[in-house]
């Protein structure tokens, strides 16, 4: 039966350049001018705050989250490569009292953020199901005891239920949004982002902006803006400044 990957890669085999080698997962990127990107230019903020997760990420031990991985590939040991101990390193950087996760999924990421979060922190993980339905799930019951990590079902794509977490939003130190990349929801987010007022200028985190479905996303943002794939995930790892341009 041909299934809808194999028909993908099928396609895109016939009708457009043929991947130039073989490994477990590929992906469709492109490249473009820097010059004429509106907002390629990283802040002075976005610079000395990415050197120090930089220089955290290469020391952060997440060891105890891989033995919670039933079989390899145990993404938390590969850096460069995958973007988990640059997330660490943001944590120990920032010092974050609020931090929003966008896509719960196995749990990985939230355990990273979570390991050196202050313990007067919070982080809040969004997602469409509970983690409980994830069969690969890596987060326990027991991770949630100490009211620091939360999850919280809803789409933030849709503007009521954006609506009714706007204030927690407009607090948040850190974000890091790793959605569906559907070229719907992730535009959708960072337009309602566009309307809120925070409280202490966050950072965002943006995933796979090297994916084909986040190029002209990530190509778009108007605000400053650092690409830290070699430091982060192979499909592409973005820091956006989301404080105000004129402060």
């Not at 350049?17 to 997962?25: I, K, S």
């Not at 202490?200 to 830290?228: A, C, E, F, G, Q």
Request: charged share 25%.
């Amino acid at each position: 039966m041909l299934t809808l990957k194999k028909l993908k890669n099928k396609l895109l085999k016939k009708y457009f350049l043929p991947f130039p080698f073989l490994c477990r997962h590929i992906e469709y990127s492109i490249i473009a001018s820097a010059d004429d990107d509106i907002a390629v230019n990283p802040s002075h903020r976005l610079l000395d705050i990415s050197v120090k997760a930089i220089q955290h990420a290469q020391t952060v031990d997440l060891s105890d989250i891989t033995k919670r991985m039933g079989e390899p590939p145990y993404y938390l040991d590969i850096w460069p490569g995958e973007h988990y101990r640059l997330l660490a390193g943001f944590i120990k950087t920032i010092k974050p009292k609020l931090v929003i996760e966008i896509g719960t999924a196995t749990g990985l990421s939230a355990l990273a953020l979570l390991k050196f979060l202050p313990s007067n922190s919070r982080l809040i993980t969004f997602d469409i199901i509970p983690w409980q339905t994830i069969p690969e799930a890596v987060l326990k019951e027991e991770d949630f005891k100490d009211g620091c990590l939360e999850q919280r079902l809803g789409n933030l794509a849709d503007p009521n239920i954006f609506s009714n977490n706007k204030n927690i939003l407009e607090k948040a130190d850190l974000i890091f949004c790793d959605g569906p990349k559907d070229c719907i929801f992730e535009q959708s987010f960072l337009d309602n982002m566009d309307k809120l007022n925070f409280a202490n200028s966050p950072l965002l985190i943006l995933d796979d902006i090297k994916v084909w479905n986040m190029l002209k996303i990530w190509r778009n943002i108007k605000k400053p803006k650092l690409d830290l794939s070699s430091f982060g995930h192979w499909t592409g790892t973005g820091l956006v400044d989301l404080e105000p341009i004129t402060k």
